[in-house]
């Protein structure tokens, strides 16, 4: 990490715009912010920081970017513009010094199954290349290369031999093939061929035995015999026309046979096995990608995965009977299917009241795959109650299921069927997603030698340690040399930026908001742009501290490179290594948007105003709390953990206290707490489906009575979700304003004010306040219903108001304003006070859940789980919960959890900000790497004590914090 570079004081405030050493902002009033005026150097790292809702995004995603990016189309001729969605431009008076902008952002990179690293980062595209140019394709059951040969090199095998050679030319018809081969042989006889080597043994045709169809035959043609002598001048073009002949005849296949000592040369112009005659045809990059039918898995498509009907899934209860509910759908409550149970278990002797888990292996399997062919004695009842005996198969319940899939044309029938299915790795190409081909040709030489899935299956650490010493030789090694140093390239910027332990056949949609931003910042990097403007969201989310120190010695990369690197960021460290920052206040919502402090670090530090300020010079900072006892609490143990990298890791949890979860990007934390603890909570606890990772055993569930997992998904994929409907303060509302003395004379329930429901709503644009105009070949374009101007609501439903304001302006407050509305409404009340608790003031009661941030949304989630009735036994999960928070706001979730903690519930958080690492009762460090380095418990203890051990990275970086912090007994 290099120092930060002088920015040469303030930024001077003439010059003409052309050559201007600063971007100069006058009068942006973009969302909050306060008309300001501001100049930013150009070509230097700048952070912009400050409070959650200060104006932050404001300033650079909607004012900067979106003005470089709109005078980016603007300068584009018509005809291209058509193509490009229209910008609008920032409420701004002025803006100079602009270069072409690309804004980085934490959005999930694809929700397309098809896409994954290799795919998102063009590295597939890279290997796919190289794969065909350079890879030796191999025998899959033999395991030898193949060979194509021209038919030049396989005249000089030949008249290579000694001179005198008696050399017989065959064309291999058939290998042991059974059937009746007459009519070949009669083909051959037709076109002058009248010798043919029949299992090893030279005949004329009519010599030649009549086939049986049972039998099995090797079938040569006779071509020419010939004798070896270098020196006759037409045996090259005779052998040449020969072995045209042959590779004609017998698609691209020839043999040489020396007469005399019986030995063969077997030839093939197309690659093929010397052993069995296996053979592909050319390599080409299309073979080696799952996206494309040359090369994808015939089974699954190229998507690695298959799903399947799962017996443990259809059988939800088996401590249960098949009469007492065992198999949902098949119990006594569904006469006609409880029917054909009772029948089954009249044939094979069983009785229907025993738990499905006692019954016979044999009858499970009648059962679940059906009787085959045996026939079994069904009583029907028709119509008429009369009943009738049918004998024939037992179907089976999930062939039946099966069978149901893939004849409806149902959604809400697939839907209803897809509990019961589950995804397994491709059995056929064992989740490569590549067909038989591809997954045996290898690029390397020897034991160094590798297919193009095991590149992808390694960590990007490990495939990069593999480019770096592959060795080529010959012509391959000339065709591969600026593939491979592109390749490697590119997995360094991935690896420079904290990514190593991903794969390349990871799938996009699996990965976080900060990786695949990381991802994108690798891209941009290895793209070698200059004269750009970047502007990045909290790239450090997710990291490590110590690969924080890599992000940002990239940023500086970014910026050595001739470009202005833009970063919206809280992380102390970030803002330390910037070369200019502005701190953004003092408030949240309409108390922020004025610019507090700008400068440098040490100058944000002087700053008075500057709430970060004060953090950074000590002035203030999160207290080490007084430590909860751990040893006399019960204990929740996950025992023997085995899900994806993990190593057999058994670790403690104790009850009614919080424990950080910590360990670099990639250690195994999120397997661990969340595929493991809480699936299997959920499990237990709630009945969910979600099958846990492996493990041996989870020990000490019964302390709880619920188990909540609070992640950064969206509260909604809708616009017409919001925070309001989904912490369920908007059904409160709707009840009050249907309590309105104009809304009880009219009429009016809860539902006329709902957006959702036919009565209140706008029925122009359906309560979406948004029309959709379809372009045909463009994107579609959204514009404000001309009937309720964007209001969601018909005329008369606004006529209601409650203290001056209807329905459509309530739900346009911030949650602080309509906190004021509220506080006499306890219902309403309690619900608001919870998301301020958790630092959402500044946010709309009916902003759309598509535009919160992940931080929001699982602040949303927090909030209302914190607003229920709370037991004292519940296990909280929480996933990075500082996602976005600045100290001041990390301060208050602290308090939120400390006091969910005081009231006897446990708390376990995946977490790298030391400020929440450092107020911990417990820690669980995982590593000591990412990836195959990781998955190991390295220290656990209070945080003392894993800052006093030497293998944990993360306590070299808490020991620094904790010798700094001023422990201050009590509670936050």
Same mark, same amino acid.
């Given at each position: 990490?290099?120092?930060?570079?002088?920015?040469?004081?303030?930024?001077?405030?003439? #010059? #003409?715009?052309?050559?201007?050493?600063?971007?100069?902002?006058?009068?942006?009033?973009?969302?909050?912010?306060?008309?300001?005026?501001?100049?930013?150097?150009?070509?230097?790292?700048?952070?912009?920081?400050?409070?959650?809702?200060?104006?932050?995004?404001?300033?650079?995603?909607?004012?900067?970017?979106?003005?470089?990016?709109?005078?980016?189309?603007?300068?584009?001729?018509?005809?291209? &513009?058509?193509?490009?969605?229209?910008?609008?431009?920032?409420?701004?008076?002025?803006?100079?010094?602009?270069?072409?902008?690309?804004?980085?952002?934490?959005?999930?990179?694809?929700?397309?199954?098809?896409?994954?690293?290799?795919?998102?980062?063009?590295?597939?595209?890279?290997?796919?290349?190289?794969?065909?140019?350079?890879?030796?394709?191999?025998?899959?059951?033999?395991?030898?290369?193949?060979?194509?040969?021209?038919?030049?090199?396989?005249?000089?095998?030949?008249?290579?031999?000694?001179?005198?050679?008696?050399?017989?030319?065959?064309?291999?018809?058939?290998?042991?093939?059974?059937?009746?081969?007459?009519?070949?042989?009669?083909?051959?006889?037709?076109?002058?061929?009248?010798?043919?080597?029949?299992?090893?043994?030279?005949?004329?045709?009519?010599?030649?035995?009549?086939?049986?169809?049972?039998?099995?035959?090797?079938?040569?043609?006779?071509?020419?015999?010939?004798?070896?002598?270098?020196?006759?001048?037409?045996?090259?073009?005779?052998?040449?026309?020969?072995?045209?002949?042959?590779?004609?005849?017998?698609?691209?296949?020839?043999?040489?046979?020396?007469?005399?000592?019986?030995?063969?040369?077997?030839?093939?112009?197309?690659?093929?096995?010397?052993?069995?005659?296996?053979?592909?045809?050319?390599?080409?990059?299309?073979?080696?990608?799952?996206?494309?039918?040359?090369?994808?898995?015939?089974?699954?498509?190229?998507?690695?995965?298959?799903?399947?009907?799962?017996?443990?899934?259809?059988?939800?209860?088996?401590?249960?009977? !098949?009469?007492?509910?065992?198999?949902?759908?098949?119990? &006594?409550?569904?006469?006609?299917?409880?029917?054909?149970?009772?029948?089954?278990?009249?044939?094979?002797?069983?009785?229907?009241?025993?738990?499905?888990?006692?019954?016979?292996?044999?009858?499970?399997?009648?059962?679940?795959?059906?009787?085959?062919?045996?026939?079994?004695?069904?009583?029907?009842?028709?119509?008429?109650?009369?009943?009738?005996?049918?004998?024939?198969?037992?179907?089976?319940?999930?062939?039946?299921?099966?069978?149901?899939?893939?004849?409806?044309?149902?959604?809400?029938?697939?839907?209803?069927?897809?509990?019961? &299915?589950?995804?397994?790795?491709?059995?056929?190409?064992?989740?490569?997603?590549?067909? !038989?081909?591809?997954?045996?040709?290898?690029?390397?030489?020897?034991?160094?030698?590798?297919?193009?899935?095991?590149?992808?299956?390694?960590?990007?650490?490990?495939?990069?340690?593999?480019?770096?010493?592959?060795?080529?030789?010959?012509?391959?090694?000339?065709?591969?040399?600026?593939?491979?140093? %592109?390749?490697?390239?590119?997995?360094?910027?991935?690896?420079?930026?904290?990514?190593?332990?991903?794969?390349?056949?990871?799938?996009?949609?699996?990965?976080?908001?900060?990786?695949?931003?990381?991802?994108?910042?690798?891209?941009?990097?290895?793209? #070698?742009?200059?004269?750009?403007?970047?502007?990045?969201?909290?790239?450090?989310?997710?990291?490590?501290?110590?690969?924080?120190?890599?992000?940002?010695?990239?940023?500086?990369?970014?910026?050595?490179?001739?470009?202005?690197?833009?970063?919206?960021?809280?992380?102390?460290?970030?803002?330390?290594?910037?070369?200019?920052?502005?701190?953004?206040?003092?408030?949240?919502?309409?108390?922020?948007?004025?610019?507090?402090?700008?400068?440098?670090?040490?100058?944000?530090?002087?700053?008075?105003?500057?709430?970060?300020?004060?953090?950074?010079? #000590?002035?203030?900072?999160?207290?080490?709390?007084?430590?909860?006892?751990?040893?006399?609490?019960?204990?929740?143990?996950?025992?023997?953990?085995?899900?994806?990298?993990?190593?057999?890791?058994?670790?403690?949890?104790?009850?009614?206290?919080?424990?950080?979860?910590?360990?670099?990007?990639?250690?195994?934390?999120?397997?661990?707490?969340?595929?493991?603890?809480?699936?299997?909570?959920?499990?237990?606890?709630?009945?969910?489906?979600?099958?846990?990772?492996?493990? %041996?055993?989870?020990?000490?569930?019964?302390?709880?009575?619920?188990?909540?997992?609070?992640?950064?998904?969206?509260?909604? &994929?809708?616009?017409?979700?919001?925070?309001?409907?989904?912490?369920?303060?908007?059904?409160?509302?709707?009840?009050?304003?249907?309590?309105?003395?104009?809304?009880?004379?009219?009429?009016?329930?809860?539902?006329?004010?709902?957006?959702?429901?036919?009565?209140?709503?706008?029925?122009?644009?359906?309560?979406?306040?948004?029309?959709?105009?379809?372009?045909?070949?463009?994107?579609?374009?959204?514009?404000?219903?001309?009937?309720?101007?964007?209001?969601?609501?018909?005329?008369?439903?606004? %006529?209601?108001?409650?203290?001056?304001?209807?329905?459509?302006?309530?739900?346009?407050?911030?949650?602080?304003?309509?906190?004021?509305?509220?506080?006499?409404?306890?219902?309403?009340?309690?619900?608001?006070?919870?998301?301020?608790?958790?630092?959402?003031?500044?946010?709309?009661?009916?902003?759309?859940?598509?535009?919160?941030?992940?931080?929001?949304?699982?602040?949303?989630?927090?909030?209302?789980?914190?607003?229920?009735?709370?037991?004292?036994?519940?296990?909280?999960?929480?996933?990075?919960?500082?996602?976005?928070?600045?100290?001041?706001?990390?301060?208050?979730?602290?308090?939120?959890?400390?006091?969910?903690?005081?009231?006897?519930?446990?708390?376990?958080?995946?977490?790298?900000?030391?400020?929440?690492?450092?107020?911990?009762?417990?820690?669980?460090?995982?590593?000591?790497?990412?990836?195959?380095?990781?998955?190991?418990?390295?220290?656990?203890?209070?945080?003392?004590?894993?800052?006093?051990?030497?293998?944990?990275?993360?306590?070299?970086?808490?020991?620094?914090?904790?010798?700094?912090?001023?422990?201050?007994?009590?509670?936050?």
């Amino acid at each position: 990490m290099t120092e930060p570079r002088s920015p040469d004081s303030t930024p001077p405030h003439d #010059g #003409g715009a052309a050559a201007a050493p600063c971007i100069r902002i006058r009068g942006a009033r973009t969302h909050n912010l306060k008309n300001i005026d501001l100049d930013i150097p150009r070509h230097r790292l700048v952070v912009v920081t400050g409070l959650s809702g200060s104006g932050k995004s404001s300033l650079a995603f909607d004012t900067l970017y979106a003005e470089g990016q709109r005078r980016y189309v603007e300068s584009l001729s018509a005809y291209a &513009r058509q193509f490009l969605e229209r910008m609008d431009k920032p409420d701004v008076d002025l803006i100079e010094g602009l270069s072409p902008a690309i804004a980085i952002e934490q959005k999930a990179t694809s929700h397309n199954p098809r896409s994954t690293v290799g795919t998102v980062t063009e590295i597939h595209d890279y290997l796919r290349l190289l794969w065909a140019r350079a890879g030796t394709p191999h025998c899959p059951e033999h395991g030898v290369p193949l060979a194509a040969q021209t038919v030049s090199q396989m005249v000089d095998a030949v008249l290579a031999l000694p001179e005198g050679s008696r050399v017989m030319i065959l064309a291999p018809l058939l290998r042991q093939r059974k059937g009746e081969h007459g009519a070949l042989v009669a083909q051959m006889q037709a076109r002058g061929y009248v010798r043919f080597r029949l299992d090893g043994t030279v005949l004329e045709a009519d010599a030649l035995p009549a086939f049986k169809a049972g039998e099995r035959h090797d079938l040569d043609v006779v071509i020419d015999r010939v004798k070896v002598r270098p020196g006759d001048p037409d045996l090259r073009q005779r052998l040449a026309e020969s072995f045209e002949t042959a590779l004609g005849l017998a698609e691209g296949r020839a043999l040489a046979l020396e007469m005399d000592s019986g030995c063969e040369h077997a030839f093939n112009a197309r690659y093929a096995c010397p052993v069995c005659g296996w053979s592909i045809g050319a390599l080409e990059p299309k073979l080696f990608s799952f996206n494309s039918p040359a090369g994808a898995c015939p089974r699954c498509d190229g998507l690695g995965t298959v799903d399947f009907f799962d017996p443990e899934r259809v059988v939800a209860f088996p401590e249960l009977s !098949l009469a007492g509910g065992a198999i949902k759908g098949w119990d &006594r409550r569904n006469a006609h299917s409880f029917a054909l149970l009772e029948s089954l278990a009249q044939h094979y002797g069983f009785d229907v009241d025993t738990p499905f888990q006692a019954l016979p292996e044999s009858v499970r399997s009648v059962l679940l795959y059906g009787s085959g062919h045996e026939d079994i004695a069904f009583r029907y009842m028709l119509d008429g109650g009369r009943k009738v005996t049918k004998k024939h198969p037992f179907e089976g319940i999930i062939p039946n299921l099966e069978r149901r899939w893939r004849e409806t044309d149902s959604p809400v029938v697939r839907e209803e069927l897809a509990r019961w &299915r589950a995804t397994q790795p491709c059995p056929e190409c064992g989740g490569t997603r590549l067909r !038989l081909e591809a997954r045996h040709v290898r690029v390397g030489e020897g034991a160094q030698a590798r297919a193009i899935y095991e590149v992808g299956r390694a960590t990007l650490a490990e495939a990069q340690a593999w480019f770096q010493t592959l060795r080529l030789s010959g012509q391959k090694a000339a065709i591969a040399d600026k593939l491979v140093r %592109e390749v490697a390239s590119r997995l360094k910027f991935l690896n420079d930026v904290g990514l190593g332990y991903l794969s390349l056949e990871r799938s996009a949609e699996t990965l976080s908001g900060g990786e695949a931003q990381r991802i994108r910042l690798a891209s941009q990097i290895g793209s #070698g742009l200059t004269g750009v403007m970047y502007v990045l969201d909290e790239p450090s989310i997710g990291l490590h501290q110590r690969d924080n120190d890599r992000l940002i010695g990239t940023l500086q990369h970014l910026r050595d490179l001739g470009n202005s690197v833009i970063v919206v960021e809280h992380d102390e460290d970030m803002i330390r290594a910037a070369d200019w920052c502005i701190d953004m206040g003092p408030g949240a919502g309409v108390h922020g948007g004025r610019v507090m402090a700008q400068g440098t670090a040490r100058q944000i530090e002087a700053s008075a105003e500057s709430l970060t300020g004060q953090f950074l010079s #000590g002035a203030r900072r999160i207290a080490v709390p007084q430590r909860h006892d751990c040893t006399q609490r019960p204990w929740l143990r996950i025992v023997g953990a085995r899900g994806h990298n993990l190593r057999n890791v058994t670790v403690e949890i104790p009850v009614g206290r919080f424990t950080c979860v910590t360990g670099v990007s990639g250690s195994g934390k999120s397997t661990l707490v969340n595929d493991t603890l809480y699936r299997a909570a959920a499990q237990r606890i709630h009945r969910a489906h979600e099958e846990p990772a492996p493990h %041996e055993a989870i020990v000490g569930l019964e302390h709880f009575d619920k188990v909540i997992a609070v992640d950064q998904s969206p509260i909604g &994929r809708t616009p017409r979700s919001n925070p309001a409907t989904y912490t369920g303060v908007f059904t409160a509302i709707r009840d009050l304003m249907a309590e309105v003395p104009m809304a009880r004379e009219r009429g009016y329930g809860p539902g006329r004010f709902s957006f959702n429901v036919a009565g209140g709503r706008c029925e122009a644009c359906q309560g979406d306040g948004v029309v959709k105009v379809e372009m045909h070949f463009l994107p579609d374009v959204y514009v404000p219903c001309e009937v309720c101007q964007g209001q969601r609501y018909n005329r008369e439903t606004l %006529e209601v108001q409650w203290k001056g304001r209807n329905i459509a302006q309530i739900l346009d407050l911030t949650v602080e304003a309509a906190y004021a509305l509220f506080r006499d409404v306890p219902a309403i009340e309690r619900k608001l006070r919870t998301l301020l608790d958790v630092g959402l003031s500044y946010i709309r009661l009916g902003q759309s859940a598509t535009t919160l941030s992940g931080g929001e949304a699982q602040r949303v989630k927090l909030a209302q789980e914190l607003s229920r009735r709370d037991t004292g036994r519940t296990l909280y999960i929480l996933d990075e919960p500082t996602t976005g928070l600045h100290f001041a706001d990390i301060e208050l979730l602290l308090k939120v959890l400390h006091q969910l903690r005081d009231a006897g519930n446990t708390i376990v958080v995946i977490e790298h900000n030391l400020d929440v690492i450092k107020t911990a009762d417990w820690l669980i460090d995982m590593g000591p790497e990412g990836g195959s380095g990781g998955g190991r418990l390295v220290a656990a203890g209070t945080p003392e004590a894993v800052a006093a051990h030497p293998d944990s990275l993360t306590g070299r970086y808490l020991a620094r914090v904790l010798a700094t912090a001023a422990a201050q007994p009590g509670q936050l």
